[in-house]
């Protein structure tokens, strides 16, 4: 939040050729006195790039990670909606056939397919830096639901299981009854734990793709060959 306004440098402030005792040097400079970070290629500034682009980062990775916890709870309710009979007696085909599925997604590595899908679109595209980001972060989420399914629907499988659970049934209590009222508390902790787990894989799926110049908001590869972040 306060990141622009203590930013040592705007934006657009450069500084690609400095003067020395022999002579002229170009950017990038090392850290120094002016430049806390040093600066890139072009002559910006690192520190005011990153105190600039973390709050985007970061409402990015909460944005994402979010998006992957309440799907994937979703999902793991929706395989769950079965009687408590057939799930007290391990005959819920259904479930077996879903958390298979997932759990097999989950154990590949996101990177693979993320970066085959958003190599075409990133590079210099058409679309605006927002309306990418918000394509970026679909494809990001859709890649997480699978490891955020498996860890919430084993959590509720393991609640619905419990005897006060068959109570609540026995008793004529509907499914939405028995989710706010009897899962949904024993879910707080859970949820929480998905949602911070989620995000830091999210950071670290962001940092992946960025060895390979795949950035958040798009890339401008320049004639020369060098890669640009769009801010």
């Known amino acids: 939040v306060l990141g622009p306004r203590i930013a040592p440098y705007s934006l657009s402030d450069d500084e690609k050729i400095r003067r020395t005792e022999n002579g002229y ?8 006195r ?3 970070l040093g600066t890139d290629i072009y002559g910006f500034d690192i520190l005011t790039f990153i105190l600039y682009g973390a709050r985007f980062t970061l409402f990015f990775c909460i944005s994402t990670a979010l998006l992957r916890v309440v799907i994937g709870t979703c999902a793991a309710l929706i395989s769950e909606r079965t009687p408590v009979s057939r799930i007290r007696n391990g005959r819920s085909g259904k479930r077996i056939t879903l958390f298979k599925l997932f759990h097999g997604f989950s154990a590949l590595p996101s990177i693979v397919f993320v970066y085959y899908i958003l190599i075409n679109i990133t590079f210099n595209s058409p679309l605006s830096p927002y309306k990418l980001a918000v394509y970026q972060g679909f494809i990001l989420a859709l890649a997480g639901i699978p490891g955020s399914y498996s860890m919430m629907e084993g ?4 609640i619905r299981k419990s005897e006060h659970i068959e109570a609540a049934v026995s008793y004529g209590s509907g499914w939405i009854r028995v989710f706010f ?8 902790e859970p949820l929480l734990l998905a949602f911070l787990r989620e995000a830091i894989l999210v950071l670290v799926l962001m940092g992946q793709l960025g060895i390979f110049n795949v950035f958040i908001g798009g890339t401008i590869i320049q004639p020369d060959g060098l890669s640009k972040i769009i801010y």
């Open 25 to 32: 040097i170009s950017s990038p400079f090392s850290p120094n």
């Open 34 to 36: 002016s430049h806390f």
């Open 155 to 158: 959590k509720i499988h393991e």
């Open 181 to 188: 009222k009897h899962i949904l508390p024993f879910l707080v």
